[in-house]
T-cell receptor, first 113, second 117 residues
Framework: GDSVTQMEGPVTLSEEAFLTINCTYT??????LFWYVQYPGEGLQLLLK?????DKGSNKGFEATYRKETTSFHLEKGSVQVSDSAVYFC????????????FGSGTRLSIRP | NAGVTQTPKFQVLKTGQSMTLQCAQD?????MYWYRQDPGMGLRLIYY???????DKGEVPNGYNVSRLNKREFSLRLESAAPSQTSVYFC????????????????FGPGTRLLVL
């Protein structure tokens, strides 16, 4: 079945460092891909998404490009801030009408001042 | 506009007790979902409701039941709680309906932390 694999954390970086969180997927069809973020004590919220190959999703300085040839959707940010500390989830949707989402296991990111 | 709300925020149960987790959304969404979040395992879908009047099993439905009370509300019931059900439970909703599909965003509530002793 469909699945999502993302790099294990925790990831600790200094403020203004470059961030990459790797995500690869397995899917039989043409899924949509998402990054969700969970700040401490809160529910998940959508960070960005891409619905077809070569699409780039972007939000709040974060970017991810849907790479069908490598089945990847890596999250990047050029200069992280302390406020980016959170857990990041890569996810895919199988395209069914119910829009069920399959989540990766999450990557905890901590940013040092 | 409160989005997705969940009650209670935190609950402690003894093994064998029952309880219902409540979820409501005010975005007029058709589809609603219940997930559990466990360390290192991401979120796993328990049940979902594609539209009012329908419910379907997700990845881990055993030990749970759901009710789509109306378009706004979707409750999750544990009939006889077990320690393995200790988790954080999230409700979510999405627009759904015939215009739905794989591009939809799901909107999450703040979660219910459940401890079963």
């Amino acid at each position: 079945g469909d699945s999502v694999t993302q790099m294990e954390g925790p990831v600790t970086l200094s403020e203004e460092a470059f961030l990459t969180i790797n995500c690869t997927y397995t899917a039989t069809g043409y899924p949509s891909l998402f990054w969700y973020v969970q700040y401490p004590g809160e529910g998940l919220q959508l960070l960005l998404k891409a619905t077809k190959a070569d699409d780039k999703g972007s939000n709040k300085g974060f970017e991810a490009t849907y790479r069908k040839e490598t089945t990847s959707f890596h999250l990047e940010k050029g200069s992280v801030q302390v406020s980016d500390s959170a857990v990041y989830f890569c996810a895919l949707s199988d395209g069914s009408s119910a829009s069920k989402i399959i989540f990766g296991s999450g990557t905890r990111l901590s940013i040092r001042p | 506009n409160a989005g997705v709300t969940q009650t209670p925020k935190f609950q402690v149960l003894k093994t064998g007790q029952s309880m219902t987790l409540q979820c409501a959304q005010d975005m007029n969404h058709n589809s609603m979902y219940w997930y559990r979040q466990d360390p290192g395992m991401g979120l796993r879908l328990i049940y979902y409701s594609a539209s009012e009047g329908t419910t379907d099993k997700g990845e881990v439905p055993n030990g749970y039941n759901v009710s789509r009370l109306n378009k706004r509300e979707f409750s999750l019931r544990l009939e006889s709680a077990a320690p393995s059900q200790t988790s954080v439970y999230f409700c979510a909703s999405s627009e759904g309906g015939t215009s739905g599909g794989g591009q939809e965003t799901q909107y999450f509530g703040p979660g219910t932390r459940l401890l079963v002793l």
